[in-house]
């Protein structure tokens, strides 16, 4: 039953965000990732299944990344209209989504840790959730940068920089956020549905 909600609002959101997008090219580079995570799941399934908390998360990060991949992150109207209300200098749907980027490498480090017990102690485990999802970030900043080398006329949209000279940084700041939320405010609840497996 989770599992079919899931597809369904997945393949809607999907669906939504491939009618019209503001950039085509943009629209592939940013719902990739959301297509293939969602391939993965399905592929893995029945082989390694996930908790719930961990596909609830997905799923959410596989929307933003849909909805930034719609509009473009620089782009999103409800971030446009919070610009406005909270005197930001930038649309920054783009942190939500870095946010995201940290919480949810973290999240599925952590299952996959413990599920494995690759790491022994909690202070070792902690610091491999932080550095995986570090690590992720950084990676996905590579491929921006490359993807910004090799097609010039989409890299600004794809970057989403808007002239925030510190852009890459602080996207590393807040995935490094979202991995420390995870472990702060979801280990927890982790960890009883991970004794329910």
């Known amino acids: 039953m989770l599992k079919a909600i899931w597809i369904l609002i997945f393949g ?7 009618i019209n997008p503001k950039d085509l090219t943009i629209w592939f580079l940013e719902a990739g990732p959301a297509i293939i995570a969602a391939v993965l799941l399905i592929l893995t399934y029945h082989t390694f299944r996930l908790t719930s908390l961990l596909y609830l998360f997905i799923l959410l990060h596989c929307i933003i990344l849909m909805v930034g991949a719609h509009y473009t992150y620089a782009e999103v109207p409800l971030f446009d209209w919070l610009s406005l209300q909270l005197d930001w200098e930038r649309n920054n749907f783009d942190k939500l989504g870095h946010f995201f980027q940290g919480l949810v490498p973290a999240l599925l480090a952590r299952e996959i840790l413990i599920r494995k017990q690759v790491v022994t102690g909690q202070a070792w485990l902690n610091l491999f959730v932080v550095s995986i999802a570090l690590a992720f970030s950084a990676f996905y900043e590579l491929i921006e940068w490359w993807t910004a080398l090799i097609s010039e006329e989409s890299a600004e949209a794809f970057l ?18 979202g991995a420390i939320v995870t472990l ?4 927890k609840w982790h960890n009883k549905q991970l004794r329910a497996l």
Request: glycine content about 10%; proline content about 0%.
């Open 12 to 18: 809607s959101v999907l669906a939504w965000s491939a």
């Open 160 to 177: 989403g920089t808007q002239g925030y000279i510190w852009d890459t940084q602080s996207d590393m700041g807040y995935a490094l956020l």
């Open 184 to 187: 702060l405010f979801l280990s």
